[in-house]
């Protein structure tokens, strides 16, 4: 199932091509993985404010609408939009490191993790106060392949 916006979303924060208001590039190189929960899941991308309380996206407003929940969460490795809600997927993201069947028909997965799940799980495991790591995990490097 193609997921065209957001996965053009997606690809855009990662590359940096999408500019701010000050027409500066804005994406998740050097954003923080602001949400670490061990048996779960990992999240980024809010590169506005870093703590989970800021979201944008590319189509000039603060979030769009859910695509398809075609796919289901019933794997490691998945990557799927963090949202408020139905229809407010805006920059921010999770992988899951574990299946998490209960995620099903409210957030939209639209990749996988195909190579470098021992990143992810280095992540996972590491110390958190209240779900934020204790230490900065931070996105250096992100493009398109």
């Given amino acids: 199932m193609a997921l065209p916006r957001t996965a053009e979303n997606f ?8 500019k701010n208001a000050q027409g500066r590039p804005q994406g998740f190189k050097s954003s923080k993985f602001h949400r670490v929960i061990k048996d779960f899941m990992i999240q980024g991308g809010d590169f506005l404010n870093g703590d989970g309380t800021g979201s ?15 796919r289901k969460h019933r794997e490691e490795g998945l990557l799927s939009m963090a949202n408020s ?11 899951t490191c574990v299946p998490t069947p209960f ?18 799980h280095k992540i996972e495991n590491v110390r958190t106060n209240r779900e934020k790591p204790n230490m900065d995990v931070v996105i250096s490097q992100c493009g398109e392949m």
Avoid at 56 to 70: H, L, N, P, R
């Fill in 11 to 18: 690809r855009q924060f990662c590359t940096g091509e999408t």
């Fill in 56 to 70: 944008t996206c590319i189509y000039g407003t603060k979030s769009f609408a859910d695509e398809s929940f075609d």
């Fill in 85 to 95: 809600g139905p229809n407010t997927n805006g920059s921010q993201f999770f992988i």
């Fill in 103 to 120: 995620l099903d028909n409210k957030h939209v997965i639209f990749g996988k993790v195909v190579d470098g799940m021992d990143v992810v």
